[in-house]
């Protein structure tokens, strides 16, 4: 990548990571926390609090992704975040599950991953965007880390409460970022944002739906998660870390090998199959050994592995195949996809924890990359170009 390239990833990837560390904080906390609230949640409506952010990101995220094609990528990202901070200090401010859920509601609303990918699509190659994106998804993925050993010792010192509270701030100072370190680029076309061409092709389809059943296994697993660390391992929240840490950090070291080898040899499609099966066997084996820490761990390894590949592949591909000026568009319908996949994935979670317990909602989300086997095996190859990475 040359300088410009790098210093886009390296600034989104501030961006992303000042954004999400906050949302990603919560994630280990927020179903025991709902349990402490002086009126105690139900695992439903815990299920909702961490998933509703993924519905309203899927309403907003297209016309955001469209506003974007016309009105220029950094207004929107602004726009977006002004409002997810609101969410933040919203849900940071109240006790009530009702109020926390509407809280997380108004985040979602703060849509602004179209906008981000779009600008990073705008100004990388295409023989270098899939590792950009990759490297800015292992960024997320950091920040992932990051979130998780710390979401637990700082829900100790200022609650979940201040946690959301927390995220507004550092969503308010993601601003600077935006507006200094990201390169502008030029707008060498006119932007339409017309969405009948993203929506009449099948691959793109096949993509998004793709990301919905991604995101979808990635809250289900984390409506369950920590209760199986609780139980399993019996280690309070404060120790979760302990297991996110190790976990998280090594399933990161094989992804950019294996990008670069499955690009190099023409094995892209094999790869991305073979990422979305890790994911269905980490579940079967979550679900039937959930009970041994050492099965549990070693599905979680494998699970963030297959899910840290499929993060950065994902969204390079919809960039890639997208027509030039809808590509805000495609990248909204996409987004919309991954976080109404968030949403449904937290609903199944909770509703199947509630019913089935531990085991029953792993059993549940290995549905979900067994689906997408189905849909993948008709994703059609990708195929090298000279100078260029992969095409599909």
Same mark, same amino acid.
């Given at each position: 990548?040359?300088?410009?390239?790098?210093?886009?990833?390296?600034?989104?990837?501030?961006?992303?990571?000042?954004?999400?560390?906050?949302?990603?904080?919560?994630?280990?906390?927020?179903?025991?926390?709902?349990?402490?609230?002086?009126?105690?949640?139900?695992?439903?409506?815990?299920?909702?609090?961490?998933?509703?952010?993924?519905?309203?990101?899927?309403?907003?995220?297209?016309?955001?992704?469209?506003?974007?094609?016309?009105?220029?990528?950094?207004?929107?990202?602004?726009?977006?975040?002004?409002?997810?901070?609101?969410?933040?200090?919203?849900?940071?401010?109240?006790?009530?599950?009702?109020?926390?859920?509407?809280?997380?509601?108004?985040?979602?609303?703060?849509?602004?991953?179209?906008?981000?990918?779009?600008?990073?699509?705008?100004?990388?190659?295409?023989?270098?965007?899939?590792?950009?994106?990759?490297?800015?998804?292992?960024?997320?993925?950091?920040?992932?880390?990051?979130?998780?050993?710390?979401?637990?010792?700082?829900?100790?010192?200022?609650?979940?409460?201040?946690?959301?509270?927390?995220?507004?701030?550092?969503?308010?100072?993601?601003?600077?970022?935006?507006?200094?370190?990201?390169?502008?680029?030029?707008?060498?076309?006119?932007?339409?944002?017309?969405?009948?061409?993203?929506?009449?092709?099948?691959?793109?389809?096949?993509?998004?739906?793709?990301?919905?059943?991604?995101?979808?296994?990635?809250?289900?697993?984390?409506?369950?998660?920590?209760?199986?660390?609780?139980?399993?391992?019996?280690?309070?929240?404060?120790?979760?870390?302990?297991?996110?840490?190790?976990?998280?950090?090594?399933?990161?070291?094989?992804?950019?090998?294996?990008?670069?080898?499955?690009?190099?040899? +023409?094995?892209?499609?094999? %790869? @991305?199959?073979? &990422? =979305?099966? *890790?994911?269905?066997?980490? !579940?079967? #084996? $979550? /679900?039937?050994?959930?009970?041994?820490?050492?099965?549990?761990?070693?599905?979680?390894?494998?699970?963030?592995?297959?899910?840290?590949?499929?993060?950065?592949?994902?969204?390079?591909?919809?960039?890639?195949?997208?027509?030039?000026?809808?590509?805000?568009?495609?990248?909204?319908?996409?987004?919309?996809?991954?976080?109404?996949?968030?949403?449904?994935?937290?609903?199944?979670?909770?509703?199947?924890?509630?019913? +089935?317990?531990?085991?029953? %909602? @792993?059993?549940? &989300? =290995?549905? *979900?990359?067994?689906?997408? !086997?189905? #849909? $993948? /095996?008709?994703?059609?190859?990708?195929?090298?170009?000279?100078?260029?990475?992969?095409?599909?």
């Amino acid at each position: 990548m040359n300088a410009q390239e790098w210093r886009a990833v390296f600034a989104l990837g501030a961006l992303y990571a000042l954004r999400m560390i906050g949302m990603f904080m919560v994630l280990p906390v927020f179903a025991l926390y709902a349990r402490e609230l002086p009126v105690p949640a139900q695992a439903w409506q815990a299920g909702i609090a961490i998933g509703i952010y993924g519905l309203t990101q899927a309403i907003v995220q297209i016309p955001m992704g469209i506003a974007s094609d016309r009105y220029g990528r950094k207004p929107v990202i602004v726009v977006g975040m002004l409002i997810f901070a609101a969410g933040s200090f919203l849900a940071g401010s109240t006790r009530e599950i009702e109020w926390i859920i509407a809280g997380r509601a108004l985040q979602g609303a703060g849509a602004v991953s179209s906008a981000v990918a779009a600008l990073l699509a705008d100004v990388t190659r295409d023989s270098v965007r899939t590792m950009a994106m990759a490297i800015l998804g292992a960024g997320m993925g950091l920040a992932f880390v990051f979130a998780l050993v710390l979401g637990p010792v700082v829900a100790g010192w200022i609650g979940v409460d201040g946690i959301f509270l927390l995220t507004g701030i550092l969503a308010l100072l993601s601003l600077p970022v935006v507006l200094l370190g990201v390169p502008t680029p030029p707008r060498t076309v006119e932007r339409e944002g017309d969405l009948r061409t993203v929506l009449a092709d099948a691959q793109l389809l096949r993509l998004d739906a793709g990301i919905f059943l991604l995101h979808a296994c990635m809250t289900a697993v984390f409506t369950t998660v920590p209760l199986a660390i609780v139980e399993t391992l019996g280690l309070p929240s404060a120790e979760h870390w302990r297991v996110y840490l190790p976990v998280l950090v090594l399933s990161l070291v094989p992804v950019f090998p294996l990008i670069r080898s499955a690009e190099r040899a +023409g094995h892209f499609k094999p %790869a @991305f199959v073979g &990422a =979305i099966g *890790l994911l269905a066997v980490a !579940l079967t #084996l $979550a /679900a039937a050994g959930h009970q041994s820490v050492v099965i549990l761990v070693g599905a979680l390894l494998l699970y963030f592995t297959g899910f840290n590949f499929l993060e950065g592949a994902l969204p390079s591909l919809i960039s890639r195949i997208a027509p030039p000026a809808q590509k805000g568009a495609a990248l909204g319908v996409y987004s919309s996809a991954q976080f109404l996949g968030a949403f449904a994935g937290g609903t199944l979670g909770g509703f199947a924890l509630q019913h +089935g317990g531990i085991g029953g %909602a @792993f059993a549940a &989300a =290995i549905a *979900l990359p067994v689906i997408w !086997l189905g #849909l $993948a /095996a008709k994703l059609a190859a990708p195929v090298r170009q000279a100078g260029e990475g992969v095409r599909v």
